[in-house]
């Protein structure tokens, strides 16, 4: 099977795994007796900040195997990482926003809690990480540098996290892994874990898709340098 | 060897005085634009001191640390202090110092300009809390000024770097200088308790963080 070939048959699952989710979430899971049919929110938005969360794991883990063993290959990972994280991450903030409209009603005490802080922050970092890939010289140096970003911008995020926590906080507690069990009906939390299992696989596709189209770009421009260096030692040329 | 590369730059300085002239002429100004933007009175003039204090001193930083690498840039002589045997994490380590007294000397142009300007009352708490600050925002914010340096766009990376990174800093230090300037004791604050020995905490964790990853930003 070709490589493209894969990525299709990739993509049709994950395609498929979210036609899966979405019946989980309108038609399996049960409506909220408080929160009403915006809770439904809760499960692709929980699970695209989880996505988020994995895919700047990747970028870090790719950054750190860059800068150890400095192979092109953890790099492309990083970046292609990075970019799907950035769309996961405003994923889950426009998710968040709309369920917060009508149960937080924009109190700005409240939007500015722990968790939204940290992930804006989070937000602004990647985004700088791929601004630095911008204007760095391309090859090495912006690898090197990214690389840097990603680490010291992620190990940021948590202690973001905490300064504010112990400010002022706000934000539904632990739900999922409450201490003492899980405080979701089993239905709820099936629909959550099926809805969590396909955005994972999305956002590994797309990480997938990502890392091809950057390796096909490295590719041509290597074949670029290649041709120029022939065209030079070519004779009759000067 | 980090003492020699911030005795240099503090030398250099002085002798030329470039930034600090420019550096305290901005944050008067910078004051003066926030009393009439925020149109400030007895009452609104102590409630916002604190806000206007850490947005002025998030931008002097910036412009204070984003110079200590572009002058190096600019006349070619990263590449030659590299050569020597300093090594990479004692040259970042004197630039970060030698920029962090420039920000605290910022800072005695400013705290005094508010007592002045804005009748911001200036204690003990409000200045160690300014200064264990400065510290970690001087080790983070000249890692990202050696790291943007390096680019093509090096003013408009380092803030879009830094600030992002120095929130804990805003968020910790904004709250006890809030606390110091109501007049309230620092231990009162919930949990946190002591921000000052949280913002100590971050000063180190970054110190070494950036220490770290000095080695990559420099070596080329």
């Known amino acids: 099977m070709t490589e493209n070939r894969r990525l299709y048959v990739l993509t049709a699952v994950a395609l498929g795994g979210m ?133 010291v911008g992620f190990a940021d995020v948590p202690i973001v996290h905490f300064s504010v926590q112990w400010w002022r906080t706000l934000h539904p507690g632990r739900v999922i892994d409450a201490p003492g069990g899980p405080a979701l009906p089993p239905e709820m939390l099936l629909a959550f874990m099926v809805t969590m299992l396909a955005v994972l696989l999305l956002a590994g596709t797309l990480v997938a898709v990502r890392y091809r189209i950057e390796a096909r770009r490295d590719a041509l421009e290597e074949r670029a340098v290649a041709a120029q260096l022939k065209l030079a030692a070519s004779p009759g040329s000067r | 060897m980090a003492l020699a590369v911030a005795r240099k730059d503090l030398r250099g300085e002085l002798r030329g005085r470039e930034l600090l002239p420019a550096l305290a002429q901005f944050v008067v100004l910078a004051l003066i634009i ?125 803030p879009v770097l830094a600030l992002p990174i120095w929130v804990p800093f805003v968020v910790v230090g904004g709250r006890a200088v809030q606390a110091a300037m109501t007049g309230q004791s620092l231990a009162a604050l919930p949990l946190s308790g002591q921000p000052l020995v949280i913002l100590a905490d971050f000063d180190i964790l970054f110190l070494v963080v950036a220490s770290l990853a000095a080695r990559f930003v420099l070596d080329d």
């Not at chain 2, 000397?105 to 911001?120: D, W």
Request: hydrophobic share 60%.
């Open chain 1, 19 to 151: 036609l899966v989710a979405a019946g989980m979430i309108f038609l399996y899971a049960p409506q909220d007796a408080l929160q009403g049919p915006v809770q439904r929110i809760f499960y692709l938005h929980v699970s695209s900040a989880i996505a988020a969360y994995a895919c700047f794991a990747l970028v870090v883990a790719g950054g750190v195997a860059y800068l150890w063993k400095g192979s092109l290959r953890s790099d492309r990972l990083a970046r292609a990482a990075a970019a799907v994280g950035l769309v996961f991450t405003t994923n889950a903030f426009v998710m968040g926003m709309i369920w917060a409209k009508p149960i937080w009603n924009w109190d700005p005490s409240k939007t500015w809690d722990a968790r939204v802080t940290s992930t804006a922050v989070l937000w602004v970092v990647y985004a700088g990480y791929l601004l630095v890939r911008r204007f760095a010289t391309p090859g090495r140096q912006a690898m090197r540098l990214a690389a840097v970003v990603g680490i």
């Open chain 2, 34 to 158: 926030a009393n009439f933007a925020f149109d400030l009175d007895l009452v609104s003039g102590p409630r916002l001191s604190p806000g206007i204090l850490w947005l002025v001193l998030v931008f002097a930083g910036l412009v204070a640390f984003g110079r200590a690498f572009a002058t190096e840039k600019e006349s070619g002589s990263l590449e030659a202090m590299l050569l020597t045997p300093a090594g990479p994490a004692s040259i970042f380590a004197g630039k970060a110092l030698a920029s962090a007294a420039l920000l605290v000397a910022c800072e005695a142009v400013l705290l005094p300009s508010m007592a002045v300007f804005l009748g911001s009352p200036i204690s003990v708490a409000v200045v160690a809390t300014v200064l264990l600050a400065t510290g970690g925002m001087a080790t983070l914010g000249c890692l990202f000024a050696a790291l943007a340096a390096q680019t093509r766009a090096r003013e408009l990376l380092l």
